[in-house]
T-cell receptor, first 118, second 111 residues
């Protein structure tokens, strides 16, 4: 079984540019989460999809961040325009929903996308 | 609001030593608790998962315990090896699946 795949692994952009991060969850996982870790801080929740619907986006820092999960499969996280403080590692995780089977709410993380804004 | 604290922030031990990493959380209404390992520049690897109804889980040299009422979990590593050097993260999950992470404990095992 393929794990959670994130692309790109590392992106270096200039302040003001746009970056789009992609996450392919484990096939069949309805839950998809975005987290990020900025330098020196803990990993923080950004948002949660259940299939294509945003269940909880309380962690999104501001309206420069836009997440989508069209069709309930892969998800994208766009940062536009990027600022210096957006630098960090963006993690995606997926899990089964309760009722989908054994292992519900057990998070499997991707390797992360490292974003550097210059 | 759930808050997760990990102590110590960093730990350095000689090879072969047994050690305990601590995780505490403020809201005991949890669904499960996961311990992860993160190597530099890499993603998160799930080590152990404890459901809220469980008291402990074991995998090889690792043993994780959970005391929900007191808001504590420990990760015990037996006979530590240099390859165990990494950052260990505790994540507390709610019923909705949203995780709150601690800052992590950076472990260095010296040969």
């Amino acid at each position: 079984e393929a794990g959670v795949t994130q692309f790109p692994s590392h992106s270096v952009i200039e302040k003001g540019q746009t970056v789009t991060l992609r996450c392919d969850p484990i096939s069949g996982h309805d839950n998809l989460y975005w987290y990020r870790r900025v330098m020196g801080k803990e990993i923080k929740f950004l948002l949660h999809f259940v299939k294509e619907s945003k269940q909880d986006e309380s962690g999104m820092p501001n309206n420069r961040f836009l997440a989508e999960r069209t069709g309930g499969t892969y998800s994208t996280l766009k940062v536009q325009p990027a600022e210096l403080e957006d630098s960090g590692v963006y993690f995606c995780a997926s899990s089964l929903r309760p009722g989908q089977g054994f292992g519900a709410n057990v998070l499997t993380f991707g390797a992360g996308s490292r974003l550097t804004v210059l | 609001k759930q808050e997760v604290t990990q102590i110590p922030a960093a730990l350095s031990v000689p090879e072969g030593e047994n050690l305990v990493l601590n995780c505490s959380f403020t809201d005991s209404a949890i669904y499960n608790l996961q311990w992860f390992r993160q190597d530099p520049g890499k993603g998160l690897t799930s080590l152990l998962l404890i459901q809220s109804s469980q008291r402990e889980q074991t995998s090889g040299r690792l043993n994780a315990s959970l005391d929900k009422s007191s808001g504590r979990s420990t990760l015990y590593i037996a006979a530590s090896q240099p390859g165990d050097s990494a950052t260990y993260l505790c994540a507390v999950n709610t019923n909705a699946g949203k995780s709150t992470f601690g800052d992590g404990t950076t472990l260095t095992v010296k040969p």
